[in-house]
């Protein structure tokens, strides 16, 4: 796959792109907001380190932006999620021809002053994420400096540089082997998750989310020889402080986790119920969905209901609608995630169009794992919401896709035909599907309504809020 900007091709090498010679690119100020010092510094490993692109701004040189573009995976997303910035790049597959562009008219096609004024907007409401991954918020930084604090040897890994060229993953079998080869094998103390939880806080503070249920897969720990009970306080004690510097609440959903059985997931939930704390407030069946069917977890999954505990599963990401179907029969799941491949049954989206479970939908992971979908455009989202499902908006792992949950939001406006007033539905979606109380649920969107409506007024924008 190569890119073309202009007419000039930006060309792909092993581990980075490039473009050839120098080109004036019309940055705006989203993007210097980026390159100044701040909280988006935690996701520039290779600061001062290397120049992947050649580019030239206002005859400023900014080949430090390269870190923000140095994922090529993550690169082609940003091209398409920035396309304000970047009209004109086409993306082809191998052979295919790029077509003449006539880079004015593709320029005012997606007006960049339009573009930042709606990112403005959307990166400003108030937001709450429920489908995220632990490990999936830690920075390269992060890793790089666990790697060196508890002398952990990766195999092909010298320095800052190799270690980010396996944090850019195009495949899903690199996006496993950065899980389990890279980043799990760092995280060797218990005080280590302290760290990913800093980097989660950034992400959470950076796209205004005050409020996240967050995965927590502690098997692999375990096996590398950590304590559940350990983790935990040290999880529930960075919640709290989060709490009460941020203000942004953090709760914990215990991933049981399908790749390593139901007796192993039957020993978390054991584990879960031992330690019973405020900040865990469920449990998930995470992990392989292929050969591992929701059925085989139906005990385990009711012992967790009849203790209280909310559950949910991540179905039909990878697999057919009848993964999704089992989920609901036999886990009595409160929220499925992803459920991509419901789309391909038509009874299961009427039952879920009538039972308005709520599906926890990750656009871009969904791209990038290409099981259902292989581009945004195509995603069933639209379907999904036009049928009167009830859609939430995740990101599933945002440190690794290179995604955040305000991209997402403006990529449903630029390339899935969302408006604005159905965003703000989406929004207010995402929170009533949380586990918050009721209570809680209409204080906040009260008070989310409240700064919608100031932000319109300050944007121009005129909009019916739900
Ligand atoms: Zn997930």
Redesign the pocket.
């Known amino acids: 796959m190569i890119a073309v900007w202009n007419g000039a091709e930006i060309a792909r090498s092993d581990d980075c792109l490039i473009v050839e010679g120098s080109y004036y690119f019309p940055l705006t100020s989203i993007d210097r907001d980026l390159l100044r010092p701040g909280p988006h510094r935690s996701r520039c490993p290779m600061k001062g380190e290397a120049s992947y692109f050649d580019l030239r701004v206002d005859g400023h040189s900014l080949s430090h932006a390269a870190w923000f573009y140095a994922n090529p995976a993550a690169a082609f997303v940003h091209l398409e999620n920035r396309v304000a910035f970047w009209r004109g790049v086409q993306v082809l597959e191998a052979g295919e021809q790029a077509h003449a562009v006539d880079s004015t008219a593709a320029a005012s096609a997606q007006d960049p002053a339009e573009q930042e004024r709606l990112y403005e907007f959307l990166s400003k409401i108030p937001k709450t994420e429920i489908?995220l991954?632990l490990e999936a918020l830690v920075s390269c930084e992060s890793i790089y400096r666990l790697m060196r604090e508890n002398q952990v040897n990766i195999d092909g890994v010298e320095s800052q540089g190799d270690l980010l060229r396996r944090f850019q993953v195009r495949t899903l079998e690199q996006f496993i082997d950065l899980y389990i080869n890279v980043i799990q094998p760092c995280l060797l103390k218990a005080q280590d998750f302290d760290l990913i939880l800093r980097d989660a806080r950034d992400y959470l503070k950076r796209n205004r989310i005050y409020y996240a249920e967050i995965?927590w897969a502690p098997t692999k720990f375990m096996q590398n020889g950590l304590e559940y009970a350990e983790m935990l306080d040290v999880l529930d004690a960075g919640a709290r402080r989060i709490k009460s510097e941020d203000n942004i609440h953090i709760k914990f959903l215990v991933d049981l986790s399908r790749s390593y059985g139901p007796e192993n997931a039957g020993r978390n939930l054991d584990l879960v119920l031992a330690h019973p704390r405020d900040c865990v407030i469920g449990v998930g069946l995470?992990g392989a969905e292929e050969n591992n069917p929701a059925r085989d977890y139906e005990a385990v999954f009711e012992r967790a209901r009849e203790a209280g505990l909310h559950a949910v599963a991540?179905a039909g990401e990878a697999v057919g609608p009848s993964q999704v179907w089992e989920a609901i029969r036999t886990l009595q799941v409160e929220r499925i995630?992803h459920g991509t491949s419901a789309v391909l049954d038509e009874r299961l989206l009427d039952h879920l169009a009538e039972t308005q479970l709520p599906l926890e939908v990750?656009p871009s992971s969904n791209v990038f794992t290409r099981a259902y979908v292989h581009e945004l455009r195509e995603h069933p989202i639209r379907n999904f919401f036009e049928r009167g499902l009830n859609v939430t908006v995740n990101t599933?792992d945002p440190t690794i896709f290179g995604i955040e949950l305000s991209d997402e939001y403006l990529n449903l406006y630029n390339h899935c035909g969302f408006d604005l007033n159905e965003i703000l539905v989406l929004i207010r979606n995402n929170l009533n599907a949380s586990f918050l109380s009721d209570r809680n649920k209409a204080n906040c969107w009260r008070q989310v309504r409240e700064r919608v409506a100031k932000l319109q007024d300050r944007l121009g924008f005129q909009l019916t809020i739900p």
């Open positions: 489908h991954h995965f995470g991540h995630g990750c599933d």
